[in-house]
């Protein structure tokens, strides 16, 4: 059985339903192109681009770096925080500071593909939950070229806290995968993917308790540079987990 069969059917394993079909694609695009076939499938499946790299809608997953890379965008007008990232048309646009080139369901499909694993991941009970989410851990960056030139921060360091004068402190993200509610999606349908205050819709939440019960205090940071629809680069990568 090859080696990306073998995984991708060990995340089958655990992954959500909504999920399952497009996991499957990239089986599929596996095997065409060892066959000198076509790779290219339906919108939000899996097309391989070489050994190793594949292509989930908008998004470029690299399984040998367990790395993904998806374009976005700064939001314009947003005061308040709430989330770091919101799909494309998220509802959440308002109260998040980055909007992603891609929808919840494909963007869990690629962090499967990287090989993180829902069966690790404890999701938020509430919104504003004290207690800490778990899941596998992941470094997130961003990129963007502004007058001054290209710049790369750690994406903690958009978060800025009003009580403290200082930025997140910096660290792993977690992977929790979201979760079902009446058998729909939440992170589709809330619109969101990456999160801080420990809500169970986003599909990657912050588990660090510094912002829960700092409603109105974190906000973007101005001094970054990031300007309201500015183009960017997101790059979530993998890390060991310390088990």
Do not use: C
């Not at 770091?84 to 308002?94: D, E, I, L, M, R």
């Not at 989410?133 to 978060?159: C, H, M, N, S, Y």
């Amino acid at each position: 059985m090859p080696r990306l069969h073998r995984l991708i059917s060990r995340r089958i394993a655990v992954a959500s339903s909504v999920t399952l079909v497009v996991i499957l694609a990239a089986t599929t695009a596996d095997a065409q192109s060892r066959q000198g076939g076509p790779t290219r499938l339906p919108s939000g499946m899996v097309q391989k681009i070489r050994e190793g790299v594949y292509r989930v809608g908008q998004i470029e997953v690299d399984t040998t770096k367990k790395e993904l890379t998806v374009s976005g965008r700064a939001n314009e007008n947003v005061t308040t925080l709430e989330f770091v990232a919101n799909t494309s048309g998220g509802q959440k646009a308002y109260e998040s500071a980055i909007t992603i080139d891609t929808d919840a369901v494909t963007f869990n499909t690629a962090l499967l593909l990287m090989g993180l694993d829902p069966a690790h991941s404890r999701v938020p009970k509430m919104h504003f939950d004290p207690v800490a989410p778990k899941g596998d851990p992941v470094e997130i960056w961003i990129d963007w070229t502004g007058p001054a030139g290209p710049k790369r921060v750690r994406i903690e360091q958009l978060l800025y806290d009003e009580r403290t004068k200082t930025t997140m402190s910096e660290g792993p993200w977690v992977y929790t995968g979201s979760t079902l509610m009446d058998g729909r999606y939440m992170a589709d349908m809330d619109g969101v993917l990456i999160g801080f205050v420990h809500s169970p819709s986003p599909v990657i939440e912050n588990p660090r308790a510094g912002a829960v019960g700092a409603y109105g205090s974190i906000v973007m940071n101005q001094r970054l540079g990031l300007i309201g629809g500015m183009k960017v680069v997101i790059t979530v990568k993998a890390v060991t987990a310390k088990r």
